[in-house]
């Protein structure tokens, strides 16, 4: 199974950009597909983005189409996301997670990363 982190979160102004990435480790990182998944306070973890193994097909929410990019670097093991013109009701934990097959439900998903905090302030 494979081991996910989060990085690159922080605090940013409504407007700004910030991207996330996640690293795995301990699998075949360009066998999986991969997907970003946020929770907010009280609220239930919501899908924002996935892609399959190759880069090649991408599904966004529509709450952040346009704005988020979702990518991967398989030679690094690595997923980002390009998060553009942030809004307040983007705060949230920004999870990542692996799968064999692209998906849109947390509940297909088997790994998971420990997450990183994303706080958009007005």
């Known amino acids: 199974q494979v081991q996910l982190v989060e990085s690159g979160g922080g605090l940013v102004q409504a407007g700004g950009s910030l991207r996330l990435s996640c690293l795995a480790s301990?699998?075949?990182?360009?066998?999986?597909?991969m997907a970003w998944f946020r929770q907010a306070p009280g609220k239930e973890r919501d899908f924002v983005g996935a892609i399959d193994w190759s880069g090649g097909i991408r599904r966004y929410a529509d709450s952040v189409k346009g704005r988020f990019t979702i990518s991967r670097d398989n030679a690094k093991s690595t997923l980002y996301l390009q998060m553009n013109t942030l809004k307040p009701e983007d705060t949230a934990v920004y999870y990542c997670a692996a799968e064999r097959s692209i998906a849109v439900y947390p509940q297909r998903f088997s790994s998971w990363g420990q997450g990183t905090q994303v706080t958009v302030s007005s």
């Open positions: 301990g699998g075949t990182f360009g066998t999986y597909a």
